[in-house]
C-alpha cells in the first residue's frame, strides 16, 4: 500500500485520536502518528484527495509532505 504522510497542527492526545477516528471511518488505512514532529503517516490505497479532505473534518489545519 502507499504511504502519505500530512502535517497536522495536533497539540494533544485528544489531537491525535481525534485524526486516528476520522482515518479509521474511512477504512482500508492504517496510521502512524508522531505527535511531537506533528506528522501523520497514512498506508492506504485512498487518494491523496480523500485522506486529506478526511484529515481535514478534524478542523486542524492540514498540509501534503508527500509520499514515504
Do not use: W
Request: glycine content about 8%.
Amino acid at each position: 500500500m502507499p504511504k502519505h504522510v500530512f502535517s497536522v497542527d495536533m497539540t494533544c492526545e485528544g489531537c491525535s485520536n481525534a485524526v486516528s477516528r476520522v482515518l479509521n471511518k474511512l477504512g482500508g488505512v492504517q496510521v502512524d502518528i508522531d505527535l511531537p514532529n506533528k506528522k501523520v503517516c497514512v498506508d492506504s490505497e485512498h487518494s491523496v484527495d480523500t485522506l486529506l479532505e478526511t484529515l481535514k473534518k478534524t478542523g486542524k489545519t492540514v498540509s501534503y509532505l508527500g509520499p514515504q
